[in-house]
């Protein structure tokens, strides 16, 4: 049995929503953070979102691989700079990007930019993805702790994403998905309002045996994003897996 919920909200500060997610496809599970000012952020969240949904929906039987992932971030790219083409005012848009399929028993994911992914089995959270953000760069040289990463001034800045560039880099992994399996993915509007030790305890605290309990955690998470201050959009997906 697998059981899913997503939320995105407008936080306290911007004007604008430019998270997206996209659960139109079963058993795919994508969302993005958009950054390029009002109107391009959206767009360009909107775009990936879509484009990554469209390009597995396309297919009778959608075959989900690494590769596969890749290749469907590759046409959000592309998707993403034609529409700069058109709309020169919006050349600086792009946007995070981060999806996780489920098949034959495995978790495969991919992911761009500082939006993430999370998996908490046996008790334990545990951040899959790494940020590609220039704060999480000084985290791997030493030079900051993630405490610190938490409220420097320049922890917003990724070095990363989709649509800026011809070339992209994505990141892809997998791994076994097992009985009691959570899944979160979520974008910095989350992670970087709730730390990792709330979201652990919030998660491990809730049954998540029904479509409900699970819509309950979804806004424990919200509130928890509120009660920190909302200072960028927020976006989650849940993802439940029992045997």
Same mark, same amino acid.
């Given at each position: 049995?697998?059981?899913? @919920?997503?939320?995105?909200?407008?936080?306290?500060?911007?004007?604008?929503?430019?998270?997206?997610?996209?659960?139109?496809?079963?058993?795919?599970?994508?969302?993005?953070?958009?950054?390029?000012? @009002?109107?391009?952020?959206?767009?360009? %969240?909107?775009?990936?979102?879509?484009?990554?949904?469209?390009?597995?929906?396309?297919?009778?039987?959608?075959?989900?691989?690494?590769?596969?992932?890749?290749?469907?971030? @590759? !046409?959000?790219?592309?998707?993403?700079?034609?529409?700069?083409?058109?709309?020169?005012?919006?050349?600086?848009?792009?946007?995070?990007?981060? !999806?996780?399929?489920?098949?034959?028993?495995?978790?495969?994911?991919?992911?761009?930019?500082? =939006?993430?992914? @999370?998996?908490?089995? #046996?008790?334990?959270? +545990?951040?899959?993805?790494? /940020?590609?953000?220039?704060?999480? +760069?000084?985290?791997? &040289?030493?030079?900051? =702790?993630?405490? &610190?990463?938490?409220?420097?001034?320049?922890?917003?800045?990724?070095?990363?994403?989709? %649509?800026?560039? &011809?070339?992209?880099?994505?990141?892809?992994? =997998?791994?076994?998905?097992? /009985?009691?399996?959570?899944?979160?993915?979520? $974008? #910095? %509007?989350?992670? %970087?309002? *709730? &730390? /990792?030790?709330?979201?652990?305890?919030?998660?491990?605290? $809730?049954?998540?045996?029904?479509? +409900?309990?699970?819509?309950?955690?979804?806004?424990?998470?919200? #509130?928890? *994003?509120? +009660?920190?201050? !909302?200072? /960028?959009?927020?976006?989650?997906?849940?993802?439940?897996?029992?045997?």
């Amino acid at each position: 049995m697998i059981l899913t @919920y997503g939320e995105s909200e407008r936080g306290l500060v911007r004007k604008a929503n430019e998270d997206a997610i996209n659960l139109s496809v079963e058993n795919l599970y994508i969302l993005a953070d958009g950054m390029g000012g @009002y109107d391009g952020g959206q767009i360009a %969240g909107t775009l990936a979102v879509e484009s990554v949904g469209h390009f597995f929906s396309a297919s009778l039987e959608p075959a989900f691989s690494e590769e596969s992932l890749k290749e469907a971030f @590759y !046409a959000a790219n592309r998707a993403i700079l034609n529409e700069k083409k058109d709309h020169p005012e919006w050349k600086s848009m792009g946007t995070t990007l981060a !999806a996780a399929a489920l098949s034959e028993g495995r978790v495969l994911w991919a992911h761009v930019g500082d =939006s993430r992914l @999370y998996r908490f089995q #046996d008790g334990r959270l +545990e951040q899959i993805t790494t /940020d590609h953000s220039f704060v999480m +760069e000084l985290v791997n &040289e030493g030079k900051l =702790s993630r405490e &610190e990463m938490r409220v420097h001034p320049r922890k917003n800045e990724i070095t990363r994403a989709v %649509g800026i560039g &011809e070339i992209l880099e994505v990141d892809t992994g =997998s791994f076994d998905l097992k /009985d009691g399996t959570f899944l979160l993915l979520c $974008s #910095d %509007g989350v992670s %970087g309002m *709730v &730390e /990792d030790c709330d979201l652990e305890s919030l998660i491990a605290s $809730s049954p998540r045996k029904t479509k +409900e309990e699970l819509k309950e955690l979804g806004r424990h998470i919200m #509130d928890k *994003v509120y +009660e920190a201050g !909302a200072k /960028d959009n927020a976006s989650f997906i849940l993802i439940q897996y029992w045997n």
